[in-house]
């Protein structure tokens, strides 16, 4: 049986000063430090930062019957509840086409890190096909980048498609799934990952087999995906994460020792940077990959409601809550299984240039890490809102 015996994470970088080449020996050598200033924020100001705490922006897609985008919906046609409780609407705007402050931009990802030799040589197939339709006419600036063992690699943006095709060839030459290192290549200990933005994943183990392999692309997955998210914040504009590849593992196997608490709250506090920061960022997760055997009994143990609703404690909080598929829908994207993925690219691509924006002040939170769950209607039949399901509020 493999041994987890934990899975560290640290949320938090802090950095030592700087120590010059002399040492000081004596307290009548160090200079005198300067008084503090404390300038207090006026009232102005502490509202305006309450504002941007409680202030929600919600980037809504709605569809109809047909799957088609459901156009010429106005506010009174939409109503929000945040935790079963009715809101009022800040603000209200309908997207049509190129009519955004800023165009959203899309990025391709190829996910060789969790995939099959078979699958990657497809779906590298697919995303070509997909940037030569329409002559190579991108709608919107797109990225390519594809993760691999060695972290996360991504080309510039272009609405070019013959250019992003070219550079994809460089980017996807000579990549091949996760290989297990062997005990003596790895040693007994995996060394933490480090990544940006208070993602910092990494676990220790008692020995090298199946189950640390899936425990190492868990954690390298969720570190690139975290990175790239958090780079998101500064950007104009929507961003569209089109993940390629069927996810992570969820290290549910029998394998695997029982979540301690400290385990549990690690989860819980990923779980919670990932939501805020996809949310600040306006990032949306859509996921498509084709048919592949080996992820369909991973998926059976995830229950349906942890898709949509997440952990509420740390106590509920597992390794599940972190799974592709419940990252993507939460964020108000889709999570889909085709053949066709280059149609499936366009089909999500397509989508986004009809949608809604909706904003809504958040009521204060009682505790720190509060959880709400979203829901949003339209009084239309057969239209299906696809958005953010829950956020954690702060007081």
Avoid at 246 to 255: F, N, Q, R, S, V
Wanted: net charge neutral; charged share 20%; hydrophobic share 40%.
């Amino acid at each position: 049986m493999v041994r987890i015996l934990s899975f560290v994470a640290l949320l938090g970088c802090i950095a030592a000063p700087a120590m010059g080449q002399g040492i000081l020996t004596s307290q009548a050598q160090s200079p005198a430090a300067a008084p503090v200033k404390l300038i207090p924020r006026s009232h102005a100001e502490r509202e305006r930062r309450y504002r941007d705490l409680h202030h929600i922006v919600l980037n809504v897609l709605a569809l109809d019957a047909s799957y088609n985008a459901a156009t010429g919906l106005k506010a009174e046609d939409f109503s929000l509840m945040d935790n079963g409780q009715p809101q009022v609407l800040s603000s209200f705007r309908a997207v049509m086409g190129d009519r955004s402050i800023a165009p959203p931009h899309i990025v391709l990802i190829l996910d060789a890190l969790n995939n099959t030799t078979r699958s990657i040589a497809y779906e590298v197939k697919e995303i070509g096909k997909y940037l030569e339709l329409n002559q190579g006419r991108l709608p919107y600036p797109t990225s390519i980048a594809v993760l691999t063992t060695s972290g996360l690699k991504a080309s510039g943006a272009s609405t070019d498609g013959s250019e992003l095709l070219q550079k994809s060839r460089t980017l996807f030459k000579g990549i091949r799934p996760y290989e297990c290192k062997s005990a003596s290549e790895n040693g007994t200990q995996a060394q933490p990952l480090t990544g940006h933005g208070g993602w910092n994943i990494g676990m220790s183990v008692e020995k090298v087999d199946d189950g640390n392999c899936l425990n190492e692309r868990f954690a390298q997955s969720l570190t690139a995906l975290g990175n790239l998210t958090a780079a998101q914040k500064n950007a104009p504009g929507r961003v569209m994460l089109i993940w390629i590849g069927p996810g992570w593992p969820l290290l549910t196997g029998a394998e695997f020792h029982r979540d301690t608490p400290e385990t549990k709250a690690i989860f819980f506090d990923h779980v919670v940077e990932m939501s805020r920061t996809l949310r600040e960022a306006q990032v949306t997760i859509d996921a498509v990959y084709s048919p592949d055997m080996f992820r369909r009994g991973e998926m059976q143990s995830v229950l349906a409601k942890s898709l949509t609703e997440g952990p509420r404690t740390e106590q509920q909080a597992t390794a599940s809550d972190l799974a592709l598929e419940a990252i993507a829908t939460q964020s108000g994207g889709r999570v889909l299984e085709s053949k066709n993925i280059a149609d499936q690219i366009e089909k999500f691509v397509e989508d986004e240039q009809t949608y809604y924006a909706l904003s809504f002040d958040s009521p204060s939170a009682s505790k720190p890490v509060e959880y709400h769950s979203l829901q949003v209607k339209v009084n239309k039949p057969g239209v299906k809102v696809f958005t953010s399901t829950l956020y954690y509020a702060e007081p």
